[in-house]
């Protein structure tokens, strides 16, 4: 993954930046691995490996092939693959999500590998619901919970369901959407975790324990255990957590939270991100500490981390394992193998309108970076984009004859600046800085500017747009901002695509 560090934020919060929401995680030796959403994009349920809990790499994704994983174009932005629970059991590593389209529901894949190959899903059609988790009891059956927060025994290797599903708890009083669980045996209890108050600004975590791990279950006394709603902490909506016990016996919480900017309401942007936070124990009951977007030293050694370089060259026989697509990634329309050492897309729609556009693109995973794409538009027409949905992106576009700047908010598309071309291939860049107005209500979180490279190396700025447009506040849904490069037309070729974070 692209998680590119100073040196003064190597030890920075949120651990996996960027759209990476509803983590969860597990232990095997002295090694860490975890799962995220991905939605509408294939390759799906990016996975990430860790020594320190601080620093992580994407090692690949689970659903990496069309065996595994067919979105179809009707699926929507938001939809597809919905939160996933990883975890390690009896010598293998399972993993439960559900597919929220047609022909979807509740499906399980395993590994001996967690960077693959992962097996093809195994249809759950009588587990109802989303967010399912697994845990296996001392006699060895398997229990899954999911979001409701109801549980049914399964046979993983099947399956097989064993009764019908059953209610376990519904939460603390009011809150709403009890999501998210995971159930755990720590000590002489069984506790369950689970997300409330919904994925927005009221989200929290809450737990309870029992002597069963099918109940009944008294929730804690000091519920919700974590949550920002109401305050003014730099990061909002904090929930969808897992547990995970490091080696020397410490507890540490992965959860998903947001970084608003701008003015009031305030608006984010990168879409739900991985953070994480420290965990003790007191009277049986966790207690969580603050969420710290600096975070202190951890007690076991940092382990050693090499960033992935900022610029892609496109020498490799596939793609690294941070390029995501739209609902699918067709050979035929995406390759490095036409042309050496150059990404090929061929279009098969004519505008990122179309559900069925060829993108290829990478989350922002920082509040200010830069983009850039040395790109060959002589047979088509394409160029760079940062997208939150088919109703929210900018994008730079060039052909043969211009280049021209397009934004499209919700019902309007519209055509902001264009100039002709002078040499191909040349140069598209979008950068990502702070307002200019940070302090004003009603300023937005951020502007992006779209322009091209000129041959001495100066950026032409064609327009600049502000970032409140492009955000979860004003679009809605579930992911985050993705930078990348599509083909609205014919054949483009890209020689290289250079991602770096900025000074904020």
């Known amino acids: 993954m692209s998680h590119q560090h100073r040196a003064d934020d190597a030890l920075a919060n949120p651990v996996i930046p960027g759209f990476h929401p509803d983590p969860s995680v597990c ?26 809990l601080v620093h992580w ?44 389209s047609e022909g979807g529901g509740n499906l399980l894949v395993t590994a001996t590998d967690p960077a693959g190959p992962w097996s093809d899903p195994l249809p759950l059609p009588d587990v109802p619901g989303i967010d399912p988790d697994l845990a296996w009891d001392e006699d060895g059956a398997c229990w899954c919970t999911f979001a409701g927060v109801g549980q049914i025994r399964i046979d993983p290797y099947t399956g ?18 009890p999501e998210a669980p995971h159930l755990y045996r720590i000590g002489d209890h069984w506790y369950l975790l689970i997300a409330e108050g919904g994925t927005e600004r009221g989200h929290g975590v809450s737990i309870a324990r029992g002597s069963a791990p099918t109940g009944p279950f008294e929730p804690c006394p000091a519920n919700p255990i974590l949550t920002h709603r109401g305050t003014d902490h730099p990061v909002q909506n904090t929930g969808h957590a897992d547990l995970v016990q490091a080696p020397d016996g410490s507890w540490w919480m992965l959860l998903l939270g947001v970084r608003p900017g701008g003015g009031t309401p305030g608006w984010h942007v990168l879409g739900r991100e991985t953070f994480l936070a420290p965990v003790t124990w007191v009277d049986g009951w966790p207690v969580v500490g603050e969420v710290e977007l600096h975070l202190p030293t951890p007690p076991w050694p940092l382990a050693p981390h090499r960033a992935e370089a900022p610029r892609d060259d496109f020498d490799l026989g596939e793609l690294r394992p941070s390029w995501i697509s739209l609902r699918d990634r067709p050979a035929e329309h995406c390759t490095t193998e036409e042309r050496s050492g150059w990404l090929t897309l061929r279009a098969r729609g004519g505008s990122l309108d179309e559900p069925d556009v060829v993108f290829v693109g990478r989350r922002q995973q920082h509040l200010a970076c830069r983009a850039r794409a040395l790109v060959d538009p002589a047979e088509g027409r394409g160029g760079l984009a940062v997208r939150l949905d088919e109703q929210h992106y900018y994008e730079i576009e060039a052909s043969a004859t211009e280049v021209r700047v397009l934004a499209r908010v919700g019902p309007l598309r519209t055509l902001l600046a264009e100039r002709p071309v002078s040499a191909l291939p040349l140069v598209l860049g979008i950068a990502v800085g702070a307002p200019p107005a940070p302090h004003d209500a009603r300023t937005g979180p951020d502007v992006v500017s779209l322009g091209v490279e000129e041959p001495d190396g100066t950026f032409t700025v064609l327009a600049t ?29 890209f020689d290289w695509f250079e991602y770096e974070p900025q000074a904020p």
């Open 160 to 177: 097989e369901t064993y009764g019908p599903p059953r209610r376990l708890w519904s939460g603390g009083p009011g809150a709403k959407a």
């Open 57 to 100: 790499t994407q090692i690949g994704n689970v659903l990496d092939r069309p065996s595994q994983l067919r979105l179809p174009v009707g699926v929507p932005s938001s939809g597809g693959i919905y939160a996933p629970t990883l975890r390690h059991h009896d010598g293998r590593f399972w993993l439960i999500v559900t597919k929220v």
């Open 465 to 493: 747009l502000d970032g409140r447009y492009l955000s979860t506040e004003v679009a809605g849904g579930f992911t985050g901002r993705v930078i990348g490069m599509y083909a609205a037309e014919g054949t483009l070729h």
């Open 27 to 52: 232990r095997v030796g002295d090694d860490y691995y975890l799962a995220c959403s991905s939605f509408e994009y294939f390759p799906g349920v990016p996975l990430f490996h860790s020594r320190d």
